[in-house]
């Protein structure tokens, strides 16, 4: 019974022995052999190699055929066939790629190794190559991280350059892909300040600043897969006298208070000079002489009456410019000449009570004379000018 268990034991482990052997021929009848990193990073507008060596076995006797296609990041989804080869012919099936990805060189001759040039961000992924050949077939996969290198960092000093200040050095790049490393170096003017610290965001801080301190400074930004740099000239002035500075504001806003007042009063001029104008073309005016019975000839006093005449009617009455202008003169001949009453009109004027009424029209200028004579009945002598 020993011997018969012994002898099983022996023939179950030579089993597993042919088993795992003829595994491992099956295994290594397609072999890629390509090496290297299996993440790629890659700038932005490069091109890249994606490499895909194989070997296959001498049973391999099936139909060559390569597939590279993207690998969805959702394992629900089909991956994304690209770029193939069979039948000694190669297929696009992305127009993404079609001008962008190709092999190296001719994949039937072990070698199925691609290139994709002018890369996009777009472009990350995982890409995986397919080589089959009946009954051996093998896989690799690559991963391609697309950035984009750091522009050109602009250099500036946030406040001043003066003495005995904090000076603030900035460093900024507009583009680049994360995470982006940023250090200043001393190019002219010896060592580093002892008083200088910096972060990794791009900021210089040089304390108690000095003339020692003087010089030109090199801002250095770098990712992954580039670096560009920019220079600073830095400078030490003498303090700036703050009290001149307030000084000269309170005076500039004074000047400006001054120029905005003589603005206004210009303004107000220029409208008040229209307005005389405008009332002087509605002006009419009128002579009154005196008569005898108030003294010798050489005592008459001419009289200038000025009559402001509205141009529309008030109040929708007929005779409005007319009754205007005879209020006008009944209240000018009742005005003092040299302390005395030059003439009291005996007449009475006429004013308009109602639309039904008949008023005479006042229209010529001798029309206009000859109804102002019948309220002065005859003593006084009119004339327009």
């Known amino acids: 019974v020993i011997i018969k268990s012994r002898c099983c034991k022996r023939l179950s482990s030579v089993f597993s022995i042919l088993v795992l052997f003829d595994l491992l021929s099956v295994t290594e009848a397609m072999t890629i052999t390509s090496s290297g990193s299996q993440t790629i990073q890659q700038a932005e507008g490069d091109s890249v190699n994606l490499g895909c060596t194989y070997t ?20 629900t989804q089909k991956d994304k066939l690209l770029l193939s080869y069979a039948a000694g012919a190669t297929h696009n099936y992305y127009p993404e790629f079609t001008n962008r990805m190709k092999f190296l ?20 992924g995982t890409y995986q190559c397919k080589v089959k050949k009946a009954p051996g077939v093998d896989m690799r996969k690559v991963t391609l991280v697309v950035l984009v290198p750091p522009s ?33 170096t001393r190019e002219t003017g010896g060592a580093m300040p002892a008083t200088a610290t910096q ?29 560009a740099q920019c220079r600073y000239d830095l400078r030490a002035y003498n303090p700036t006298n703050k009290v001149g500075v307030i000084v000269g504001a309170v005076i500039g806003a004074l000047l400006l208070l001054i120029l905005l ?32 019975r108030f003294g010798p000839r050489s005592e008459r006093h001419l009289i200038e009456i000025r009559l402001f005449v509205p141009l529309f009617s008030q109040g929708g009455c007929p ?63 009119f004339s327009e000018i």
């Open 56 to 75: 296959p076995a001498a049973e391999d006797k099936g139909e060559l055929d390569i597939e590279w296609s993207n690998v969805s990041p959702d394992m």
């Open 105 to 124: 060189t001719e994949p039937n001759q072990g070698d199925a190794s691609i290139t994709i040039s002018g890369l996009k961000v777009s472009d990350t």
């Open 152 to 184: 050109t960092p602009r250099c500036w000093v946030e406040g001043g350059e003066e003495k005995g200040a904090t000076v603030s050095l900035r460093c900024k790049s507009s583009k680049g892909s994360t995470p982006l490393t940023y250090v200043w």
């Open 199 to 227: 972060d990794k965001g791009g900021e210089l801080l040089i304390k108690n600043h000095t003339d020692s301190n003087t010089g030109t400074y090199v801002c250095e930004v770098k990712n992954a897969v580039g670096q």
């Open 261 to 292: 007042l003589i603005l206004i009063w210009l303004l107000i001029i220029c409208c008040q000079k229209k307005r005389y104008q405008k009332e002087a073309a509605n002006e009419i005016r009128y002579c009154i002489t005196a008569g005898e």
């Open 319 to 381: 005779c409005s410019r007319e009754q205007t202008l005879q209020q006008a003169v009944k209240q000018a001949l009742q005005f003092p000449i040299d302390g005395r009453i030059p003439y009291s009109p005996g007449g009475t004027v006429h004013f308009c009570k109602g639309s039904s009424a008949q008023y005479p029209r006042i229209g010529s200028r001798l029309q206009r004379r000859q109804q102002l004579a019948k309220h002065s009945r005859g003593q006084s002598n």
